[in-house]
């Protein structure tokens, strides 16, 4: 009897450790035409790599502007640099931009 129940506890110990050790927050269940996906990173992790993509394509877009500040100085334009800063989570950014007249 005594074995039966420490087997019965330790299972329900083992059991129990193993479902609550993962949150429900740290999981997302995408279901799209490709079939059922699932995401296992965590809120944070999944914010922090928006914040990356986001900076990839701003990076991206000043290297069009670079592209388009060159095009412009060899046609002789009249073009002005406008500089923003902005604040973000991860520090501030600066964006200049070319504005031709």
Do not use: F, K
């Not at 290297?63 to 640099?81: F, N, P, Q």
Request: proline letters at 5%; one cysteine or more; charged letters at 35%.
């Amino acid at each position: 009897m005594r074995l039966l129940v420490s087997t019965l506890v330790g299972g329900l110990l083992l059991g129990g450790i193993g479902l609550s050790a993962a949150p429900a927050a740290a999981q997302t269940l995408n279901i799209g035409p490709g079939g059922v996906t699932v995401d296992p990173r965590s809120p944070r992790e999944r914010a922090m790599d928006r914040e990356i993509r986001r900076e990839e394509r701003y990076r991206a877009q000043e290297r069009r502007e670079r592209y388009e500040r060159r095009r412009d100085y060899r046609a002789g334009r009249g073009c002005r640099t406008v500089t923003e800063t902005r604040d973000t989570p991860r520090g501030q950014v600066r964006r200049t931009t070319r504005v031709c007249d």
